[in-house]
């Protein structure tokens, strides 16, 4: 099969179908995780001719890989840390998402750096960026995004009217990407699945299979139906981030390698409340403050603090949300106040355990370890280099077969929506045309689904209904969330609103004026009756009650004791260890 054509649905049949195929034969290799690394992990391995089958105890990307900076970029801090070789890594991989891997879901982002001081901070700031570029060419591919640019006060306060005059004396502009990462990951599994990897949500890994020392499969609880079953498999690839810790106590706690999470936090503000044409990037005393621009608001973050709760949900408390707001405003004309803010967000880094006690000292480089027969185990990294690590990952799978394993080709393989792609953007005033729907709403198609438009149009020409915007939520169509049901592995409400759109921080409501429509339109291709329609909404309106509880809160503790207040629709399993 071809990936980018559609073949790849990731509906509730597929599952079903998945599920049957990976416990009926034994697997070349078998991913725990659906992140982003687990996810470029099946791709890897399924072009490489291997029989694959990935599992994800929640939804694809609902942990660190949904709640990231949403920026592909090679690290520009990274530099000050003389690590060039990570920077030169990432950059490389900005390329090859720009230009050849994902160009409908990865695209240019400009930011201003404002400089504070004279004289000697112009000549040290440009002179790293100035490398930061020269670094992206060494891979022997263009950039992809343009070169950076100094700026006199005057110029960079017309490109960023919002910053007040006082607080800079100048600016260097430079150019990173950005992505909508949990669109990213789902469309990693849907590639995958179209070169014959199984691939099956709300599976659960709750132990190890073992003859003697080697690991030989999985223990799986289906979450959906409460039943369990084994997954044999000659390889078993760990790829669970900050959860990598868990899943070693499972074979043993025989791991070589020690994963510390550092949570970040994130505010979404409306596009108007920052009058600006670029994206800001702010110093603060531990690390980097982004402005980004992101549809019709910004991204404000991220936070860098050690977090030893919960791990599924991490909280925003109020300190947090105010740490954001102070360094925000110490360089905008009109400050941002708590009510500007539309929705926060809060995600862990999975940072390999070091010696240093502040998390943003230790490594975001990755590693990959063997520390039983059967068993790799793959932690670290950033998300930009996640193919780099599934290709580390899947060599020492091939390590541990008997069978010769083509070297990987992931730098050449297209994802789903990718073939096509400029030809299709090129003609979107005639597909406007073609389908009745406005050309703004054919772009914000096409860069959410590229080629694989014509499957979200076709449900249109079914049922015109569709076409009408989620009232409420009016930057998506009906459609999307029918398509997020029967193609992309949607199970539940949460899953549609948090990650296969984003309402859930994109607008102040937070997604609770959408719930019952949204829910309604899922019902059909998943099968709910009005129970649980009723059900999803609560569950939905719970978790957004507390997550708004939660961040009132003054410390993590209090903060986490509350967002753990709200039940789980589907909840997890509590695994026996060994």
Avoid at 49 to 62: I, T, W
Avoid at 194 to 204: D, E, F, L, M, T
Avoid at 206 to 220: D, M, N, S
Wanted: include cysteine; charged fraction near 25%; charge should be negative.
């Amino acid at each position: 099969m071809t990936a980018g054509r559609g073949e790849a649905r990731l509906g509730p049949a597929e599952r079903t179908a998945a599920l049957a195929r990976m416990s009926a034969e034994e697997l070349d290799v078998v991913v725990v995780g659906g992140g982003v690394v687990g996810a470029g992990v099946a791709l890897d391995a399924a072009t490489r001719g291997l029989d694959v089958g990935v599992v994800e105890a929640r939804d694809f990307a609902s942990g660190t890989s949904s709640r990231s900076s949403k920026l592909i970029h090679g690290g520009l801090r990274y530099l000050e840390q003389l690590n060039f070789e990570l920077v030169r890594e990432a950059l490389q991989e900005r390329s090859l998402l720009l230009q050849r891997i994902a160009p409908h879901l990865v695209r240019p982002v400009p930011f201003l750096f404002p400089l504070t001081h004279f004289a000697w901070e112009r000549p040290y700031v440009g002179a790293g960026v100035a490398l930061y570029d020269t670094l992206g060419f060494a891979s022997g591919l263009t950039r992809g995004v343009p070169g950076h640019r100094h700026l006199s006060r005057s110029r960079a306060l017309r490109l960023a009217p919002a910053l007040r005059k006082s607080a800079f004396t100048g600016a260097v502009q430079y150019w990173d990407a950005q992505v909508d990462d949990a669109r990213y990951v789902m469309t990693l599994l849907r590639t995958a699945a179209s070169y014959g990897a199984h691939v099956a949500p709300r599976a659960q890994v709750v132990g190890f299979l073992r003859e003697g020392e080697r690991v030989t499969g999985v223990r799986v609880c289906d979450l959906e139906s409460g039943d369990e079953f084994e997954i044999r498999a000659q390889q078993v690839v760990n790829a669970t981030g900050v959860w990598t810790d868990d899943i070693q106590e499972l074979v043993g706690g025989r791991g070589q390698i020690h994963v510390r999470a550092s949570k970040g936090i994130h505010l979404v503000v409306p596009r108007d409340r920052i009058h600006s044409y670029t994206g800001i990037i702010l110093r603060t005393e531990k690390s980097v403050l982004f402005v980004i621009p992101w549809g019709r608001h910004w991204i404000v973050g991220t936070t860098d603090t050690e977090w030893t709760l919960d791990k599924s949900h991490p909280a925003a408390s109020r300190t947090d949300i105010d740490y954001l707001l102070d360094h925000v405003n110490e360089v905008l004309s009109v400050p941002l106040t708590r009510d500007d803010v539309e929705g926060v967000y809060a995600g862990l880094r999975p940072l390999l355990s070091g010696e240093s006690d502040e998390t943003s000292k230790l490594s975001r480089e990755h590693v990959v370890a063997h520390p039983v027969p059967g068993l790799v185990m793959i932690a670290g990294g950033k998300y930009t280099t996640y193919r780099v690590m599934a290709k580390d990952a899947v060599d020492a799978v091939a390590h541990g077969l008997d069978q010769r394993v083509p070297s990987s080709c992931t730098d050449r393989i297209p994802l789903a929506g990718a073939e096509g792609y400029q030809a299709l953007w090129n003609s979107r005033h005639r597909i406007a045309h073609d389908s009745g729907l406005h050309v703004a709403r054919i772009e914000h198609l096409l860069q959410r689904y590229g080629s694989l438009i014509d499957e979200v149009l076709e449900l249109i020409r079914e049922d015109r209904t569709l076409a009408r915007p989620l009232n409420g939520a009016d930057d998506y169509l009906r459609a999307e969330i029918v398509y997020a049901a029967t193609h992309e592995g949607a199970r539940h409400l949460n899953d549609v609103l948090t990650r296969r759109t984003r309402i859930s921080i994109e607008t102040f409501h937070r997604g609770q004026a959408v719930a019952q429509e949204a829910a309604e339109l899922m019902a059909g291709p998943l099968g709910w009756d009005a129970e649980q329609v009723k059900a999803e909404v609560e569950y939905y309106t719970k978790r957004v009650e507390a997550e708004r509880l939660s961040q009132e809160q003054d410390t993590d503790q209090e903060a986490d004791a509350i967002r753990l207040g709200a039940p789980e629709i589907v909840p997890v399993v509590t695994p026996e260890r060994p």
